[in-house]
């Protein structure tokens, strides 16, 4: 009896280590989607700290026009691709099994190639496709892509089903006195429905989650969520939480629908038309799950009609996550007008588009690539009788070096480059004696971030070496050179872009290089946090709204300026994204007593001080920082 009982107990205990490694796995894939959804009904901005529940975000993603259209785009791209893809390749597929067997070994092959394929390659041939045949990117250039990219993976799903029908099971179809489109779709599908359901989820699949593809074929203004995201993850915005929980939720409620839908039909249906009611209810639950967004779309985008400039369209190029939270609805409701915003990087991504002769009405470069856009005669001259804030503005954004007067540029935000620092791990007694020297003091070997840009990087070198951040001089920028090789090499600093703001904010270093922005929200996350302008001098720099030489809405560019440099909207600007605001009331305010950023230096830029300076653009030695720039990230590489 005792022996039976081990037996029994051993049998239970069978592959302990299996079911250990079977939770751990479940654990792994789906605590950070629980952990998402849960933050996504944080009420603060912290992505890590919950401050209590709160629907703000999902509000936010409602109000959102650029989001709600986003989310459209997805599904709507996904659905159709998904549609015509799975049509094309099931057909494609049949089409092959009865042809040769050297060309249909070939055909696949070649249906491999693409999936086989970089994405990045894959991406820059579809848009090079688009722009040698004039064909304007937007939403019919993703579906065009989507649609090419997901028919190989329905060929590859509906070909092994149909390599398992009988050969002849179409002629004895058509023996018994069925037409060829009756033995195509009573004979033959049914047979395959199970590979063709296989292929269109995959499908819809990559649809969904694809970014690079999409990312390189769309224009004017269209994104889909990857894309949105993307920019999103630039700043700090829970509402990445909201939208991505939403996405969880309509693709939670299609697969189950996918499910539950053949088990139920099967108890109501005779057996023969199962297979085709099982490729009927997930389009069904994709169209419905289309619908409810649409309807979220225009729940979201009701505009009053005898606006000013009701009809009209607004394209702006901003930079990623540097809008404030109820501006865009706010200036559409008010003026009836549409406003499409793209995000760019960098601002000579920005450049090339404008360059390419792309056009929007308002972009948002920095001081010295307002300099550069000038000399190309890249922008138009300020209406000055059309705007009404140079008289809000601070005077230290006003006449300065790269726009005398003003002429083509109002500040949009600004600020300085400096140190954010853990004050429980950094001596100010150290950041005082050193400076920027600091990133050489090996007490904090291991403790430190880089910021990954070139500019900023060489302009820290050249002021800890006691240099201008705007020589010409190639010994100095060579000087400057080794002196980031000897840091990376004896430091062992990471290399990070805004990925710095969230985890400053958790105190995962002792130093980074920082702006002024995102150093005003990480001290106002995390008390411990420092900033610090050295004595050698830093960047003071200005982000500026500009409007192009080929803008097709001139005056309500001028309206927007206007808009948003207004004080409700310049508070709410500054007040969520952390830059400085150009406006000089808001910029009292919460900077002030009672102000969101009391006691917060970072939030006050340096002004008047003789050794902080703008940059001014030198293409020649862009280019040889650019050079020595990427040096020095090999050689953290290799250090590392």
Same mark, same amino acid.
């Given at each position: ?19 250990? *490694? ?37 509000? =936010? ?9 986003? *989310? ?13 893809? !799975? ?5 494609? $597929? ?51 892509? =989507? ?73 004017? &203004? ?29 693709i939670t409620i299609a697969l189950v629908i996918i499910n539950i839908a053949p ?49 009209? !369209? ?19 409701? %008010? ?60 005077? &230290? ?9 003003? @002429? ?20 100010? @007694?150290?950041?005082?004696? @050193? ?40 010994? %100095? ?46 001290? $106002? ?32 560019? =001028? ?25 000089? @009331? ?12 009391? &006691? ?12 902080? %300076? ?13 050079? *020595? ?12």
């Amino acid at each position: 009896m005792q022996a039976e009982r081990r037996h029994n107990l051993m049998k239970k205990n069978k592959h302990p280590f299996g079911k250990i *490694l079977l939770i751990l796995t479940i654990v792994f894939f789906y605590l950070p989607i629980i952990y998402m959804i849960i933050f996504s009904f944080n009420d603060g901005k912290s992505l890590t700290k919950f401050t209590g529940f709160s629907l703000r975000w999902y509000q =936010h993603m409602m109000d959102s026009g650029d989001m709600m259209s986003a *989310l459209s785009t997805t599904f709507s791209v996904a659905i159709i691709a998904t549609i015509i893809s !799975t049509i094309i390749g099931t057909i494609t $597929a049949i089409g092959l099994s009865k042809s040769k067997k050297i060309i249909r070994d070939l055909m696949e092959q070649v249906n491999n190639l693409p999936m086989m394929n970089p994405e990045i390659v894959t991406a820059i041939g579809f848009m090079l496709l688009f722009i040698t045949f004039k064909i304007e990117k937007g939403y019919v250039t993703m579906l065009l892509a =989507h649609i090419a990219f997901c028919i190989p993976y329905v060929i590859l799903s509906v070909m092994p089903k149909i390599r398992s029908l009988d050969p002849n099971i179409a002629d004895a179809a058509m023996d018994l006195g069925a037409t060829p489109w009756q033995a195509l779709t009573k004979a033959i599908v049914p047979q395959i429905t199970p590979g063709i359901i296989s292929g269109a989820l995959i499908a819809f699949t990559m649809s969904i989650d694809d970014f690079i593809i999409s990312y390189f074929v769309t224009g004017r &203004g269209v994104k889909n969520l990857s894309i949105v995201v993307y920019t999103m993850s630039k700043r700090v915005n829970p509402s990445i939480n909201a939208v991505s929980t939403l996405v969880v939720v309509i693709i939670t409620i299609a697969l189950v629908i996918i499910n539950i839908a053949p088990v139920v039909a099967s108890k109501r249906a005779k057996k023969e038309n199962v297979g085709r009611r099982k490729f009927v209810y997930p389009a069904t639950a994709a169209v419905c799950a289309l619908l409810a967004i649409v309807v979220f779309v225009n729940i979201s985008g009701n505009k009053a009609a005898s606006k000013p400039f009701e009809g009209q !369209t607004l394209h702006i190029y901003n930079w990623g996550e540097y809008t404030g939270e109820n501006i865009i609805n706010d200036f559409q409701k %008010e003026t009836g007008a549409t406003v499409v915003m793209e995000n760019f990087d960098s601002n000579e991504q920005m450049y090339i588009k404008v360059a390419n002769g792309e056009s929007y009405d308002i972009l948002v470069p920095s001081d010295y690539m307002i300099q550069r856009l000038i000399g190309k005669g890249y922008l138009q001259k300020l209406d000055h009788s059309k705007l009404d804030c140079l008289d809000k503005l601070d005077d &230290g954004v006003k006449n300065l070096a790269y726009d005398p007067g003003n @002429e083509y540029s109002i500040p949009y935000f600004w600020g300085t480059v400096g140190i954010i620092y853990d004050k429980t791990k950094v001596d100010i @007694e150290d950041l005082k004696k @050193e400076g920027y020297n600091i990133f050489l003091d090996e007490k904090y070997k291991g403790d430190i971030y880089l910021y990954d840009s070139e500019r900023d990087s060489f302009m820290m070198a050249l002021k800890a070496l006691g240099y201008s951040m705007n020589t010409e001089n190639e010994a %100095e920028l060579q000087e400057a050179y080794q002196w980031l090789v000897e840091c990376v090499q004896t430091m062992k600093p990471e290399i990070v872009t805004d990925e710095v703001i969230d985890n400053m904010a958790q105190g995962r270093k002792a130093l980074a290089l920082c702006y002024s922005g995102d150093a005003a929200y990480i001290m $106002a996350e995390n008390e411990n946090m420092g900033y610090y302008l050295p004595e050698s001098g830093t960047n003071l720099w200005y982000d500026s709204m500009v409007i192009p030489a080929n803008a097709k809405n001139v005056e309500l560019a =001028h309206e927007f300026i206007n808009f948003v440099t207004s004080y409700d909207y310049a508070y709410d600007n500054s007040s969520y994204v952390g830059y400085t605001s150009p406006n000089q @009331e808001v910029l009292d305010v919460l900077s002030g007593e009672g102000g969101d950023y009391e &006691g917060i230096n970072a939030y006050l830029p340096r002004v008047g001080y003789p050794k902080d %300076e703008v940059f001014v653009f030198n293409d020649d030695t862009r280019k040889v920082i650019g050079n *020595l720039w990427s040096k020095v990230k090999i050689a953290a590489s290799n250090a590392n």
